[in-house]
C-alpha cells in the first residue's frame, strides 16, 4: 500500500527555518508530481509548492524566495525547505502526490497525514 509520511513540523520562532520531509513507500514507480499544501488557521487550504520529475517547480506567490522544494527521486523523498517563516506560515503541512501530469488536484491524489507547524514568538 502506498504511504506518505511527513516530518519535520515543529514550533519555532519568525524569522527560523525549517526542512520539511516526505518519504514515499510502498510503491515501485516515481510520482509524476510531488507537492506540499498547508491549511492555516481559519484559512482555505492552499498549494505551497510543487515539483515535477523533471524538476521543473512552481510556488504559492507568498512563498517564493523563502521555500525552495526538492525531491530525490531515488529516496522516493520531497522536501521542503523553509526560511525566513512567518506566523502567517502557520499551519499543518501536507504532502501530495500525484501519477498524472494534471497541476490541480484530483481524486487520484495520494495525501500525508500532516505535519504541524507553528511560528510564534
Known amino acids: 500500500q502506498v504511504q506518505l509520511v511527513e516530518s519535520g513540523g515543529d514550533l519555532v520562532q519568525p524569522g527560523g527555518s525549517l526542512r520539511l520531509s516526505c518519504a514515499a513507500s510502498?510503491?515501485?514507480?516515481?510520482?509524476?508530481?510531488l507537492g506540499w499544501y498547508r491549511q492555516a488557521p481559519g484559512k482555505e487550504r492552499e498549494l505551497v509548492a510543487f515539483i515535477a520529475y523533471g524538476g521543473n517547480t512552481n510556488y504559492a506567490d507568498s512563498v517564493k524566495g523563502r521555500f525552495t522544494i526538492s525531491r530525490d527521486n531515488a529516496k522516493n523523498t520531497v522536501y521542503l525547505q523553509m526560511n525566513s517563516l512567518t506566523p502567517e506560515d502557520t499551519g499543518v503541512y501536507y504532502c501530495n502526490a500525484k501519477k498524472t501530469w494534471a497541476t490541480t488536484l484530483g481524486p487520484g491524489d495520494y495525501w500525508g497525514q500532516g505535519t504541524q507547524v507553528i511560528v510564534s514568538s
Open positions: 510502498g510503491i515501485i514507480f516515481s510520482f509524476n508530481i
